[in-house]
C-alpha cells in the first residue's frame, strides 16, 4: 500500500473543543481535557497526514496538562522510549479559542480556512462526504472541528461554513467516543482505497 506522505493533507486541519460545549442538560460548559483523546487523535491525524490537531480549552490548567504531556513526549526520555508516539505529537497544540486555531491556520496560509463542524444529528448545511472529499481536493485550508462533552454550542454550528453529515450506525444507537468518530471520518475523507480489480 502507498504511504502517505506527511505533508499530503497538510491544508487539513482538526479542533477537537473543550468549550463551548453543553452538558446533559444542555448547559453550556468546559469540559475536561482526556489524555487518552489526545494521544490517540494525534496517533490519528498523523496517520491521515492532518497539518495540526488543535486542543481548544480556555482553561490554564487544563493546558498546561496537555503541554506537560506533550513535552513529555517531544524531549528526554519519552522521546527516546516511545519515537512514534514522538512524532505523532509533533502537530499537536493548545489554543484558548476556536477562533485562535483559525486566526493561526489564515496567519500560516493566507487564506482562511473553511470550517466544517461535526455533531452526532443532522445540522442546517449540512454536507456530505463525497462532496467535501471534493473540497478537499481543491487545496484550500479546511478545520474539522468536533466537541466533547455533550457537543458544540449551537453558535459554533451556525457560524461554520458546514456541518459535516453525521456517521450513522446500524440499530439507532448513536454514542461513538469522540476519538472513534475522528478516526472513522479521517479514514472516510483521506484513507486510501484499493482499486477495483481489472
Request: hydrophobic share 35%; aromatic share 6%; glycine share 8%.
Amino acid at each position: 500500500m502507498e504511504k502517505v506522505s506527511e505533508t499530503s493533507n497538510s491544508n487539513i486541519h482538526l479542533a477537537l473543543v473543550h468549550f463551548p460545549v453543553y452538558n446533559k442538560s444542555r448547559e453550556v460548559i468546559v469540559s475536561s481535557v482526556t489524555t487518552l483523546d489526545v494521544h490517540d487523535i494525534s496517533r490519528a491525524c498523523r496517520t491521515y497526514g492532518v497539518g495540526t490537531f488543535y486542543v481548544i480549552t480556555p482553561l490554564k490548567t487544563q493546558q498546561e496538562l496537555v503541554e506537560r504531556l506533550i513535552g513529555h513526549w517531544l524531549t528526554g526520555h519519552g522521546a527516546e522510549y516511545n519515537p512514534t508516539r514522538k512524532e505523532a505529537l509533533l502537530k499537536t497544540v493548545v489554543k484558548n479559542s476556536l477562533d485562535e486555531a483559525v486566526k493561526e491556520i489564515t496567519e500560516d496560509t493566507g487564506t482562511k480556512p473553511r470550517v466544517i463542524v461535526t455533531g452526532a444529528k443532522q445540522a442546517p448545511q449540512s454536507i456530505g462526504y463525497e462532496a467535501l472529499k471534493k473540497e478537499l481536493k481543491q487545496g484550500k485550508p479546511h478545520l474539522l472541528v468536533f466537541g466533547t462533552g455533550w457537543g458544540l454550542e449551537k453558535n459554533l454550528v451556525k457560524n461554520a461554513d458546514h456541518s459535516l453529515l453525521p456517521i450513522e450506525g446500524v440499530n439507532g444507537f448513536n454514542h461513538l467516543p469522540v476519538r472513534g468518530a475522528i478516526s472513522i471520518i479521517l479514514d472516510r475523507l483521506l484513507g486510501l482505497r484499493e482499486l477495483p480489480a481489472d
